[in-house]
């Protein structure tokens, strides 16, 4: 692995930034930096092999695009898990999937698209049935507090609520999105290649990728850089009982906490007294333990929980409108109809 010069570290900062929606960025980018499209190209190539930079491609809003998702909870039999999970793993809009230390077990993030036939609340009630699931709670985002902003989510189901108002999609641009989560190609007319493949025009695309961008149902186009977080090998999900009166309060306090990367209001059930979930980072269980309870002399709060994953079941960045998502919704059409009926 070669060492990061200047060069290198000015090319990230430009990648990381906004990679231009034209037909030569990479030259665009070059200017900006008195570097050729040659040598932006070449080093980009490079800080890949690296590992430095994971995939260079749009990042999009779901929630804007019209995904609805959630976060869902589910009580298994211990002897059952393994093979619930494998279950819950076919659905191609679940995410991440973890087994936890709790009674709660099955943890896993789900997504259906806009053209979703089934919808978010019966594909989730089909997949606790398919995988005997005693008990499934859905643990939407009421509210968040703090997002670390990382793409794709975190690991304990950092999902898009699905309120507000969207903006349909049209043809090409559900096909630019299908084309633009893709790993860009290192070319000097990138755009033109990603269009070929689909076999539509280059303008065509860069048009609704512009499109998608103003919208902000694109919120950039960009290089994900592999998270470094040396030291950091632990994390837990502290759920918190918050009276009502004070949800803003706390939320704003556990908020503040360096350690806590992620804070959300979440629903309440009568088995399930938790309102609000951390995400707690720390060098060890230990650490992630201590921080959370000197959360917890620091607040006053003393109903909580430290849920961390024991198993991890899925772990992958979600496929906009792919077409397997309507292969798995046809398969299980006639359960639906069995269930309505």
């Not at 499109?211 to 502290?238: D, W, Y």
């Not at 009276?243 to 399930?272: F, M, N, T």
Request: with cysteine.
């Amino acid at each position: 692995m070669q060492d990061n010069d200047q060069r290198d570290r000015e090319l990230l900062g430009t990648l990381q930034g906004e990679i231009p929606l034209v037909s030569t960025p990479f030259a665009v980018i070059g200017q900006a930096l008195d570097m050729s499209e040659k040598e932006v190209i070449k080093r980009t190539e490079r800080l890949k092999r690296d590992g430095v930079i994971r995939q260079v491609s749009a990042q999009f809003d779901t929630r804007a695009l019209g995904y609805k998702s959630c976060l869902v909870a589910a009580r298994v039999n211990d002897d059952d898990v393994d093979e619930a999970a494998e279950i819950v793993n076919t659905h191609p809009g679940v995410t991440q999937n973890y087994r936890r230390n709790n009674d709660f077990n099955l943890w896993f993030t789900i997504a259906v698209s806009p053209s979703s036939k089934l919808g978010l609340d019966r594909t989730i009630g089909i997949l606790g049935e398919e995988a005997g699931c005693d008990v499934v709670r859905q643990l939407p985002t009421l509210r968040l507090f703090k997002s670390a902003g990382a793409e794709g989510g975190d690991t304990h189901g950092n999902e898009s609520d699905s309120g507000g108002e969207v903006t349909p999609l049209s043809t090409i641009e559900i096909e630019a999105v299908r084309l633009l989560q893709r790993d860009f190609p290192l070319q000097p007319r990138p755009f033109d290649v990603l269009a070929r493949s689909a076999g539509i025009g280059a303008d065509e695309l860069l048009s609704a990728a512009r499109a998608l961008h103003k919208r902000g149902q694109m919120r950039r186009f960009t290089a994900a850089i592999h998270p470094r977080k040396p030291g950091f090998s632990a994390s837990a999900m502290a759920v918190w009982s918050v009276p009502e009166a004070k949800i803003d309060e706390y939320g704003a306090q556990l908020s503040q906490h360096k350690a806590v990367s992620h804070c959300y209001l979440r629903p309440v059930y009568d088995d399930w007294p938790y309102n609000i979930y951390t995400t707690v980072h720390g060098r060890s269980v230990d650490e992630c333990d201590s921080i959370i309870n000197d959360l917890a002399i620091d607040t006053g709060l003393t109903q909580k929980q430290a849920l961390y994953p024991t198993k991890e079941y899925k772990k992958t960045r979600i496929s906009l409108f792919a077409p397997d998502l309507d292969e798995w919704e046809a398969a299980h059409d006639s359960h639906s109809a069995a269930a309505a009926s």
